[in-house]
């Protein structure tokens, strides 16, 4: 069930949470950050994706050294069974290394309806040829053309594609699926999964995840990288699985289409409105975002 924006402002939180549209081109992103960013309990948030380890590490790293956020956490709301939830569109790995070392009860966030964003993938850019890790996987290998690779994996015949720069040209190689033909979400997940597993730890920490657009990818190709594409994923298979409690890959969903904030958010600030109840801290916060 897929809640209407009136629906969700009557019944999903008494609170007052509602759903915010993406700003518009132009439009005072001071003014749109004051309006719409809201405090949420945390354990209002659900994740469907796994964190990586190694990425986690690096955004305990980077917010020890910056000391803020570029953006809340992207959400949008669902029913799981009769509980009102939301879903982290955007932030796993951020609400995982933000309530360490902190009694963190409430986050920033963007309340989005997701018809609104773009849904798409990230894919994997990884510095070493992939060819040994299939073999070890016991997958078979089909060296094609980019459209027929494409065209496997959006149909759930092939795990990913591989793409990899081979002097003048891109060389393009499919992971089958049970010899062509297709197979469930579920077991290409597994796959997925199990290569990031196999690869050597000093790998693993290098590895990339790109958006899906070949601006981002192509560069990674030219510059002798490894691409993994895996098809994105649709919003209704992301509820299934997570009204079953299970969770995709790391970095398995990509939506876009989200507001800026003007200036990021200071870690320590989040911190300290954690002593105010949660209408005072959303105030402050909304308070943060004037010129």
């Known amino acids: 069930m897929i809640m209407s924006k009136s629906f969700f402002g009557n019944i999903f939180n008494p609170q007052g949470i509602k759903i915010c549209t993406p700003a518009r081109t132009g439009e005072d992103q001071w003014k749109y950050a004051r309006e719409n960013i809201q405090m949420v309990w945390v354990d209002k948030f659900v994740g469907h994706e796994r964190t990586d380890y190694y990425l986690l590490e690096k955004k305990r790293l980077k917010f020890g050294l910056n000391g803020v956020i570029q953006?809340?956490?992207?959400?949008?709301?669902?029913?799981?069974?009769?509980e009102s939830k939301l879903l982290i569109l955007d932030g796993h790995h951020k609400r995982e290394v933000l309530p360490e070392n902190h009694e963190?009860?409430?986050l920033p966030s963007f309340l989005y309806?997701?018809?609104?964003?773009?849904?798409?993938?990230?894919?994997?850019?990884?510095?070493?040829?992939?060819?040994?890790?299939a073999v070890k996987m016991g997958v078979d290998i089909l060296e094609c053309d980019f459209e027929k690779g494409r065209r496997l994996v959006e149909e759930d015949k092939a795990f990913f594609m591989t793409m990899k720069k081979n002097g003048s040209r891109i060389r393009y190689r499919v992971f089958m699926a049970n010899s062509g033909e297709q197979v469930s979400l579920g077991i290409i997940e597994e796959k997925q999964s199990e290569l990031l597993r196999k690869l050597p730890?000093?790998?693993?920490?290098?590895?990339?995840?790109?958006?899906d657009e070949e601006t981002f990818y192509g560069g990674c190709i030219e510059r002798g990288d490894t691409v993994l594409y895996r098809r994105a994923l649709k919003y209704d298979e992301v509820l299934k699985r997570v009204r079953r409690g299970e969770l995709f890959a790391p970095k398995a969903t990509r939506f876009s289409g989200y507001s800026p904030i003007p200036k990021p958010i200071e870690i320590k600030f989040?911190?300290?409105?954690?002593?105010?109840?949660?209408?005072?801290?959303?105030?402050?916060?909304k308070d943060y975002f004037r010129k």
């Open 71 to 82: 953006k809340p956490i992207h959400s949008s709301p669902f029913w799981k069974g009769f």
């Open 104 to 106: 963190i009860r409430f």
């Open 113 to 133: 309806d997701y018809r609104d964003l773009k849904m798409g993938a990230w894919f994997v850019s990884i510095k070493r040829k992939t060819h040994d890790t």
């Open 201 to 211: 730890e000093n790998i693993h920490r290098e590895i990339e995840y790109i958006p």
């Open 270 to 285: 989040i911190v300290e409105l954690q002593m105010y109840p949660i209408e005072v801290a959303e105030a402050k916060m």
